[in-house]
């Protein structure tokens, strides 16, 4: 672990201490914008209170408003009061905030980056940090290779030898998503972050991968014995992957609008899943053998032979949820009358290998939609023959699993069981694992998780830039397809999707499970 001091008390694969970063600065551009307020500070709080950060540990702030230190500690002690996971502590934040600073600045202003580097070795020498930094840019992608350049030049991105205990201290870049909006841009954005970071020490956000239940995957197929067996094309009809938001676009209108759905969901978090649900055992719980075994899946997609019926999309439409009247997509504030962009999307693919040759992977994802959830479902082969006299088991499904990735986390289990009584009547039934039942502690916050692995340095949460060359080799030529195809379907809030996603399903024999 370069940077941190070695305990020469503690062995790497002793479970009972947790894993502590070491003496670091965290460098938060755009902290003043709504991922920074509603998600990082709070992690690096709950981070802190959990007792998982150093004393050397500094937290430095970027962005254009005229703000002094203090203003910055006040903002952020707002946020993080309002959006902690774990309770407030005053001594906590106190300590905390003895090592936050703030620095004004526009992103192409070289002499802000020459005060952001002043600024960041005085907390250096103040605080001890070891002269570790990692840089988050929380920013609209379009800057993220200007904040890289000025890096560079500013000579903050270059280590400097003689770090504590004389090891070098490292640098880490921390992207968030999207990685680019097709895979030219994907590859140009690589190019420029490329020629200052080596690819260890570039970390691409994907929040998904931060989720315990994202992880439980691993855990699921790969610690027990029981699901292995039945997971392959010998007994699973199809995989059902839906992330649903009940929202509609509200204050992103700026970055959603000529993203999409597609882009903004199934390129990294439903693709991701995919790999996790679809990929062979890797050789071990590494990152770089976890990674290529998700490769391997990604290169084996496959798309439907004919988009306009393989592919669905669809706007939400004005309507009612949750008994309050709602716009429609094309009436929302900062979204062109005539946008084409969609907010529903849904895919059927394929995955080329012995395990899934023929079982179609269905994704699909809204705004707007019946309720908030993510879940993985596989779906079981229909029993090969039946004993029981049909109007038995009319009420009997197909079997199926379900990891609940949110709300409700846990895995569900679907089979038929006899009704008591008298006749041999066979119904659906649920056996359910939840984690609030099953485990007394709550899990962390997916960006308190993805925040500590990059002060650690621990990379298998995040995804290399093969992976997002992939997805995104997958997703063009849908998009290419869908920009030629006019004004997308229109859906009704809070219904589920428009009728050309159920047909998607309905064409093949099958439908949607109601999440
Ligand atoms: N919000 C979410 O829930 C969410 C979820 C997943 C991923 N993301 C990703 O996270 C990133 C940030 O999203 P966000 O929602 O926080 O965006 P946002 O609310 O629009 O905030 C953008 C930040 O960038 C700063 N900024 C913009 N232009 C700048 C410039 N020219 N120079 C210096 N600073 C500038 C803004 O600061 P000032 O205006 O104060 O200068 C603000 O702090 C994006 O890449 C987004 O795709 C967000």
New binding site residues.
């Given amino acids: 672990m370069p940077g941190a001091v070695p305990n020469p008390l503690r062995g790497a694969l002793d479970r009972r201490l947790p894993r502590i970063a070491g003496p670091s600065v965290l460098v938060l ?8 307020r ?2 990082l500070l709070p992690a690096i709080y709950d981070l802190a209170n959990r007792g998982l950060l150093p004393p050397g540990f500094g937290l430095v702030g ?4 005229d703000w002094e230190d203090q203003d910055f500690a006040h903002e952020a002690h707002e946020a993080v009061r309002k959006y902690a996971r774990t309770p407030f502590r005053e001594d906590v934040w106190r300590q905390l905030s003895e090592g936050v600073r703030f620095v004004q ?4 202003d070289e002499e802000a980056f020459d005060r952001l580097a002043s600024t960041v070795h005085e907390l250096d020498a103040e605080r001890g940090t070891g002269g570790n930094y990692a840089f988050y840019l ?4 379009k ?1 993220f290779p200007t904040v890289v350049t000025q890096l560079k030049r500013s000579g903050l991105a270059e280590p400097e030898p003689g770090g504590t205990a004389g090891t070098t201290p490292w640098r880490r870049v921390v992207i ?3 990685f680019g909006h097709d895979l030219a841009s994907a590859q140009d954005l690589n190019a420029v972050v490329d020629e200052v970071f080596p690819p260890s020490s570039v970390f691409r956000i994907d ?1 998904y991968l931060g989720k315990e239940t994202v992880q439980n995957i691993l855990a699921l197929r790969f610690a027990n014995t029981l699901f292995e067996p039945l997971w392959s094309r010998n007994y699973v009809d199809h995989v059902q992957i839906t992330m649903a938001e009940d929202i509609g676009v509200g204050g ?1 209108a700026g ?1 959603y609008d000529g993203i999409g759905a597609a882009r903004d969901v199934i390129q990294n978090h439903l693709l991701q899943l995919l790999a996790l649900v679809a990929m062979e055992e890797p050789l071990s719980y590494s990152a770089d053998a976890i990674r290529a075994e998700k490769e391997k899946v990604l290169s084996a997609v496959s798309l439907p032979e004919d988009l306009s019926t393989g592919t669905a999309r669809g706007q939400y439409a004005a309507g009612w949820q949750g008994g309050s009247k709602v716009p429609g997509y094309l009436e929302e504030e900062g979204i062109p009358s005539d946008s084409i962009t969609e907010t529903y999307a849904a895919l059927k693919l394929g995955v080329d290998t012995r395990r899934w040759s023929g079982v179609p992977f269905y994704l699909r994802t809204g705004k707007r939609l019946g309720r908030r959830v993510t879940e993985v479902a596989l779906v079981f082969q229909a029993a090969p023959q039946q004993m029981f006299p049909r109007s038995d088991v009319s009420e009997l499904g197909q079997n199926a699993l379900v990891l609940r990735i949110q709300p409700d986390e846990g895995v569900t289990l679907r089979f038929g069981s006899k009704v008591p009584g008298a006749s041999m009547e066979v119904r659906d039934v649920s056996m359910d694992f939840t984690y609030g039942q099953s485990f007394t502690e709550a899990s962390p916050e997916a960006y308190e998780r993805l925040l500590l692995d990059v002060l650690i340095g621990d990379p298998p949460l995040f995804p290399r830039q093969e992976e997002v060359e992939l997805s995104w080799q997958i997703l063009d030529p849908v998009e290419e397809h869908w920009a030629r195809s006019g004004q997308p379907d229109q859906y009704g809030a809070g219904t589920w999707g428009p009728e050309s996603g159920q047909a998607l399903l309905a064409r093949d024999g099958r439908h949607w499970r109601r999440p």
């Fill in positions: 551009f755009g902290v003043t914008g709504d991922l920074a509603k998600k970027f962005a254009r408003r600045g526009e992103l192409d929380s920013l609209p992608p800057l968030e998503k999207p929040h992103r970055y």
